[in-house]
């Protein structure tokens, strides 16, 4: 009994030495392969594209000779693969010590063709080079771009396209290139450069892809046809690019340049045809009332028109859309009634008719205007609703004479209310990082402020004689009184700056949110009045709270028409389009500098050393 344990236990440790000599050696020979390919890693960098064979398959990922993960959702084949199929793959890795991770996995494909023009092999592939006529796919594939099978689309290096492959003279030939994945999405521009952009920080574009009468700024809404490509850190490159016209820009507040007045002017003619009422008025309705009013849509064209909807693109809550019904003039007299369209399409026969019913509920008093907008297939039409909500308790208030807008006022009048109400509290701002430094850079000896003083300011303001206080501004000028005397002027000239530029000031405006900045739109900014400069401050305080707070923001970029501004990030979240008056400063830097160059002419002086002063001073009086 024992002889036949031992015999028993004997087998199953031989078995298990085995495989572990089995292991040994798969490490050993794994080990040298890795001492083999460690040269050509360093010579690869980053990335690679090589073919290999599957080692290890397991439920959504494995692995290709033994030390390269992949998952199955990197493979570009329907079929699943197996142990042991040979696979072409472009791999990479964080660092020259990482492992690698395969981004793109295709079965390989055998060119053993013994004759030319033998039958067609389908292929998917990477661009690797392409000089605008001709170009290689896969190192070893030639193709041209009369091989391009795709009109629209011209490859680049990066591209993954599929193909049809075949012996010419030896060589392998490509056709019907086109792109392994293509569609259309929505983005927002991130960056745009002298050539090219990033759109979502997913996708490359060229500035070829926007046509000649786009060009791409910073946070616009695009709409893109893009294809997998690798372009650097980017999986995606978009072939055409066009604006977006968002839906909020139909609103009335939306129209105020010439370009959107166009726009609206254009929208709301009659098109191919197709006649829309203008009799879109409901009138006075009373505060809780309802009101109904019908809009006639009728083809006096001789063509067929295909109705899509119609819909009020805005927000709101009063007037709404009842329903959509249409009438054959030519059988209305033999049909019972009426259709109600409730959705999909409608072909607007010659001499046919839509109505839309359309309600109001009067909720909130004043006058309510919204653009209907009517969609067909290739077209639209737009016409106002309006609606007069009245109260019949208003007729009970007294009304007083008319509101007449004062005078404006001036800048000096504006300088003396700022000094006059006092400097509240400020909220800080948060400064923009120049160069992308992320640290306070400390100085030494920091420039000091030199403040004007507050008996200049006040003599000023008061309209007191100046000579009273400055009697070195009529004096000769001299070494002794030097310092004084340019001190003194650059106060003036300060005070003088600051009133100017009150001259800009805005009153009762509001900003509105572009990404993590609050643009605050400024008129005359293009022509440099007032003139903004990255790092300013724009101040903001309550109209309806003069004691309270004053925000801080700090100008981070400088547009056309507006500027971005970032506040501290407690202002961010709280903001909700209320109106603030604006007030803008001037960079104080260049008159600091100022003081400081008068101040060291005195402290040469003070040492002695004044024969560069008494050389200017002796030049000044030379006639």
């Known amino acids: 009994m024992f002889t036949a344990f031992s015999k028993l236990l004997s087998f199953f440790l031989n078995e298990e030495e085995d495989t572990q000599e089995a292991d040994v050696d798969s490490e050993k020979s794994q080990q040298e392969r890795d001492l083999e390919s460690s040269d050509e890693d360093d010579e690869e960098g980053l990335t690679k594209n090589s073919n290999g064979k599957v080692t290890h398959i397991y439920n959504d990922y494995g692995l290709i000779d033994g030390d390269i993960f992949f998952s199955f959702q990197t493979v570009l084949s329907e079929k699943r693969l197996t142990v042991g199929e040979e696979i072409s793959y472009v791999a990479t890795r964080e660092n020259i010590k990482s492992g690698w991770r395969a981004t793109h996995v295709s079965v390989a494909t055998s060119w053993e063709m013994e004759e030319d023009g033998l039958k067609d092999k389908s292929l998917v592939g990477i661009v690797e080079k392409f000089n605008g ?35 010419v003279s030896g060589l392998l030939e490509g056709s019907s290139v086109k792109p392994l994945r293509i ?5 927002q521009i991130l960056a745009v450069q002298q050539d ?7 996708t490359f574009f060229m500035m070829t892809a926007c046509g000649e009468s786009y060009r791409p700024r910073k946070w616009d809404r695009v709409q893109t046809v893009v294809i997998e490509s690798t372009q650097g850190k980017c999986s995606w490159r978009a072939i055409s690019i066009s604006p977006v016209i968002v839906n909020p820009s139909l609103s009335v507040s939306a129209f105020s340049s010439p370009l959107k007045s166009t726009f609206l002017d254009d929208l709301q003619k009659n098109k191919n045809g197709i006649h829309v009422s203008t009799e879109t008025d409901f009138g006075k309705v009373d505060l809780g009332g309802r009101k109904k009013l019908t809009v006639w849509i009728q083809n ?22 009842q329903g959509v019904k249409y009438l054959n003039e030519h059988a209305a007299m033999m ?8 959705k999909g399409k409608i072909t607007l026969y010659p001499a046919m008719s839509l109505y839309i019913n359309l309600s109001v509920e009067a909720s909130f008093p004043g006058l309510d205007k919204q653009l209907l907008v009517v969609t067909f297939e290739n077209f639209q039409i737009g016409r106002y609703i309006t609606a007069e909500i009245t109260d019949p308790y208003h007729s009970m208030v007294t009304i007083g004479p008319a509101y007449r807008r004062g005078e404006k006022m001036s800048s000096f009048t504006k300088y003396r209310a700022s000094a006059a109400s006092g400097q509240n509290w400020v909220v800080p701002g948060e400064r923009p990082q120049r160069n992308g430094r992320t640290h306070v850079l400390k100085l030494p000896n920091r420039l000091p402020q030199y403040p004007v003083p507050q008996l200049l300011r006040e003599c000023i303001l008061n309209g007191d004689p100046l000579l009273e206080i400055c009697p070195e ?7 002794e009184n ?26 009762r405006v509001t900003m509105r949110p572009v990404g993590e900045f609050l643009g605050l739109g400024v008129p005359g900014l293009a022509e440099g009045r007032p003139s903004v400069l990255l790092g300013d401050k724009v101040m903001l305080s309550d109209p309806c709270d003069p004691q309270g707070p004053v925000y801080e923001g700090y100008v981070h970029e400088v547009l056309s028409e507006e500027v971005l501004l970032k506040f501290n990030n407690d202002f961010h979240l709280r903001y909700n389009g209320k109106d603030y008056d604006a007030q803008f400063t001037f960079n104080r830097s260049s008159v600091r500098r100022c003081h400081q160059a008068v101040q060291f002419a005195g402290n040469l002086e003070e040492n002695g050393n004044s024969f560069m002063l008494q050389s200017l001073l002796t030049k000044e009086k030379t006639p």
């Open 133 to 167: 006529e001709f170009g290689t796919i896969n190192g070893q594939i030639q193709f041209s771009l009369s091989d391009v099978s795709l009109e629209e689309y011209v490859p680049h290096v990066g591209d993954y396209v599929t193909l049809e492959v075949r012996r």
């Open 183 to 187: 569609f259309q999405k929505e983005g």
């Open 196 to 202: 090219h952009g990033y759109i979502d920080g997913d």
């Open 300 to 321: 006096k064209g001789e063509t067929n028109q295909v109705f899509l909807r119609a819909h009020l693109p805005a927000e709101c809550t009063q007037i709404k859309v």
């Open 335 to 342: 049909k019972k009634g009426n259709v109600e369209v409730t």
């Open 473 to 479: 501004l009529t004096q000769e000028l001299t070494p």
């Open 482 to 507: 030097y310092v004084k005397r340019m001190k003194t002027l650059l106060h003036l000239e300060e005070i003088q700056m600051d009133i100017d530029i009150r001259e800009f000031d805005l009153s």
